[in-house]
């Protein structure tokens, strides 16, 4: 395990976040970051982050999103996924960038989805072919939720721990 800096960046490529993990896994196709809400208590209508959930952070290179599977505090509960329809992460060292195109999925430890933003990212000035990437990314993640593939495979455990390490 290393230490990184992982960076938010919106669809211009401008910071809007920074924050610190240890990566657990880092290959070709996929780094995962294990972090730690850090920020305030956020409270959504769907989820309620609070200072200390853990994060699985899921960065790909080769898709067009990233995967948030957070957990409360230091227990195995696990309160779902927030998913980011972003371009494909960068790592340079030990920063990882990722651009972020506003438009996100959550992921319920149901198995039920939400779609959000969608007003946001239709805003967006992007090209058509980032328009398309980003609609083949949101079906991606569908599909994989859809069918409990990682990183959803937490949805094919129900009534088992939850605990990934």
Known sequence: MSDVTVVKRDWQGREVL??????IHIDADEIVVDA??????LRLPYLTLAQGDRMLEHYYTRHWYNVFEIYAGESSQLKGWYCNI???????????????????????PEGKTLLLDEE???????????????AAGLADLQALARERRPPFEAL?????????G
Not at 18 to 23: K, M, Q, S, V
Not at 36 to 41: C, E, G, L
Not at 86 to 108: C, K, N, T, Y
Not at 120 to 134: C, I, K, N, T, Y
């Open 18 to 23: 920074r924050w610190t993990g240890r990566a």
């Open 36 to 41: 730690r809400f850090a920020r305030p208590t």
């Open 86 to 108: 972003a371009r494909p992460v960068r790592m340079h060292g030990s920063l990882i960038e990722s651009e972020d195109l506003a438009l996100d999925l959550f992921v319920s």
């Open 120 to 134: 946001e990212f239709a805003g967006l000035v992007l090209s058509h072919e980032d328009r398309a990437q980003a």
């Open 156 to 164: 094919a455990q129900r009534g088992r721990s939850l605990d990934r």
